[in-house]
């Protein structure tokens, strides 16, 4: 982490499909040993951003380097990267094993110590037992770990991750997530994942970049993008936000300028309560209820106009309290600092 | 319709019912038609090779003998079922090492309506005439014809002539010898195995060849590791038409060869002006068997491990 060279740098990197820009004007640092994420909606170019560190693909414009080197226009098999594919790409002729020993059969690592390292890896994902099996005889979540294992084993500096998760059920996924961000502490190897996931990219990442269009909106860590989102689409797609702007901004802040207010921070407090210092209020009627379990959410119509998604945790409320909230007249009530001006594109 | 259509409802659910009943209706006439005609006939052809023919009478002697399998390892006939053999197996290589490019451009980069043309011209041949096919390369391959032509003008003939001076397989000239044969049987044949390797290599996801660069591999390492075990499948069902077609194949020996017989001439001879039913049924058991050998080296090989 203390090394001042990037393990990934881009550089005003496009790439152009005709006229579509899958990635647009793109600059962005990787750090030595984080755990790094591209989030964004498919087809916002981050997968095209992952294919382009792995070589898969190159840029129409710009650089790309890696640890400091210019790889823009290397083939994958030269370069130090591994990656572990969305559908695992496990050679179906092969045993497990002949697929985790296949980086270093190519290398031309001894039989013996190729065996060696197989069985160590394969024990650290917990298949120590079935290297002798087929691919197609192991579960999606073996599979995966497999595939995990294979790129692992060459001891790559970058270790490319393309939605590994997203065949998994939600149970397996939250498991692998921990999982594999452990291992990443583990082995120290730069992680960069791709997820559309945002609550994925929020558990695991040391940092993320949103991606957008082919842009990336904002780069940092989990709290800064989900607390200061830099602009609207951030807010929206990191998290659940209500985007408040023109003549309801002005009723509610005094200026018609576009904040985003987070749902859980806004309190529902009964009509006519008195507004204390420091907070921002709007009145409405709750017009939609739904009941998620550990929380609430719910639908106000504002008085000013719009709306407001607000969710409440359900630490006292009964079943009976999220029945009758409906068509009740409220106060919405919350810290003006919670609200985050946000950067609008045209 | 008023009338018909509850009674042909009733049929629907009557068979959508009996699932077993359904499957055998379908299924009934095919089975006759292979089990009956076609493994009859062969089950016939297996019982006439065990026959004898009385060299005195000319007439077949229906008494069960192996006498007739005797004569197939004949010198002369052990000959002709070697060339014959030698053939499928130099035309299989041949058509597997032309056909891989072409088939693996078609299933990897040719863009859909690229792959549509492609398509077209390796099926084109096979709407016309196999004979007209067959004599038409006879003229090609003659001495006056165009590829003398072309190879003389591109002052090859010096190789050509050479060529043809090769013990077994040259002759007078392409049009009567081994290696025009060759040409012919690869020309006719390659469609088979364009066909299977192009749709076997249309089934190697793209990501497995990527995944094999990405941990290392340089391309020709992920020819012979990926793609190639994968596409062998299809490798081998090609192999199976090109071998198969050229052991039984008695036109283009006819057309293009010499008095050196291949098995479905010597088949031609024994039943017709001969009359020796029961040899002839012999020689046809030969190709039979060895592609029953083929196959379980093909097997052993792991073939068919990926499928």
Not at chain 2, 30 to 47: E, F, H, K, Q, R
Not at chain 2, 55 to 67: E, I, K, L, N, S
Request: proline share 6%.
């Amino acid at each position: 982490m203390t090394t001042s060279i990037p393990a990934v740098r881009f550089t005003h990197v496009s790439r152009h499909f005709g006229d579509v820009r899958a990635v647009d004007d793109v600059s962005l640092d990787i750090l030595d040993g984080e755990f790094f994420t591209l989030l964004g909606p498919s087809g916002s170019g981050k997968t095209t951003c992952l294919r382009l560190i792995a070589g898969f693909d190159h840029p129409t414009t710009g650089r790309i380097e890696l640890q400091g080197v210019e790889v823009s226009s290397l083939p994958p098999y030269e370069r130090d990267v591994n990656t572990v594919f969305q559908d695992y790409a496990l050679f179906p002729h092969m045993t497990v094993a002949e697929n985790v020993a296949y980086g270093l059969m190519i290398k031309k690592v001894p039989p013996r110590e190729r065996a060696t390292r197989v069985n160590e890896m394969l024990r650290m994902v917990q298949l120590g037992g079935l290297g002798r099996r087929k691919p197609s005889q192991l579960s999606g979540g073996q599979r995966q770990r497999v595939a995990l294992v294979r790129a692992l084993i060459n001891r790559p500096r970058v270790l490319l991750l393309d939605e590994p998760l997203g065949a998994l059920d939600l149970k397996l996924r939250q498991q692998m997530q921990l999982e594999l961000k452990a291992i990443q502490q583990q082995v120290g190897i730069t992680f960069i994942y791709v997820t559309h996931d945002q609550e994925e990219a929020l558990t695991m990442s040391d940092r993320l970049g949103v991606f957008n269009a082919g842009r990336l909106e904002q780069v940092g860590t989990p709290a800064e993008v989900y607390e200061h989102p830099a602009t609207d689409f951030v807010a929206g797609f990191v998290g659940v936000s209500n985007l408040v702007s023109g003549l309801v901004a002005e009723a509610i802040i005094g200026s018609p300028q576009t904040f985003t207010i987070r749902p859980e921070k806004i309190l529902i407090r009964g009509a006519g309560e008195p507004i204390s210092d420091g907070m921002c209020a709007a009145d409405g009627r709750i017009r939609d209820v739904i009941y998620l379990g550990a929380h609430t959410r719910y639908r106000v119509e504002l008085a000013a106009g719009g709306e407001l998604t607000v969710t409440q945790q359900n630490v006292d409320t009964t079943p009976l309290d999220v029945q009758t909230a409906r068509g009740r007249t409220v106060r919405l009530m919350w810290h003006r600092t919670h609200n985050r001006q946000v950067f609008t594109r045209p | 319709m008023s009338t018909g259509a509850p009674l042909a409802r009733r049929i629907s659910t009557y068979l959508y019912r009996r699932p077993a009943l359904a499957l055998g209706l379908l299924l009934t006439p095919p089975l006759a038609w292979l089990g009956l005609v076609y493994l009859g006939s062969l089950v016939a052809l297996l019982v006439q090779s065990f026959f004898s023919l009385d060299g005195f009478t000319g007439q077949v002697v229906r008494r069960f003998t192996f006498a007739t399998y005797g004569d197939l390892f004949t010198r002369a006939n052990v000959d002709i079922i070697l060339r014959t053999a030698g053939m499928a197996a130099a035309v299989t290589v041949a058509a597997a090492v032309a056909a891989f490019p072409l088939a693996y451009y078609m299933a990897r980069y040719a863009s859909p309506r690229m792959k549509a043309a492609l398509f077209l011209a390796v099926l084109l041949p096979l709407w016309s005439s196999y004979l007209v096919r067959v004599y038409s390369w006879k003229l090609i391959l003659a001495k006056e014809g165009i590829l003398n032509w072309t190879v003389t003008r591109l002052r090859l003939e010096g190789v050509l002539e050479w060529l043809l001076t090769l013990p077994g397989i040259g002759g007078p000239s392409l049009s009567v010898s081994l290696l025009g044969m060759f040409i012919v049987f690869l020309y006719v044949w390659l469609p088979y195995m364009i066909l299977p390797v192009e749709a076997a290599l249309e089934r190697v996801p793209e990501s497995l060849i990527e995944a094999s660069g990405d941990l290392g591999a340089r391309p020709a390492d992920t020819f012979r590791r990926v793609i190639l075990p994968l596409a062998f499948p299809g490798v081998v069902a090609g192999s199976i038409f090109t071998f198969a077609l050229t052991l039984g194949d008695f036109i283009v020996p006819y057309a293009l060869g010499n008095s050196a017989f291949f098995i479905g001439q010597a088949v031609l001879a024994h039943q017709g002006t001969a009359g020796n039913i029961p040899l002839a049924a012999a020689f046809t058991v030969v190709p039979t068997v060895i592609m029953a050998f083929y196959l379980v080296a093909a097997k052993r090989a792991g073939a068919f491990d990926a499928l």
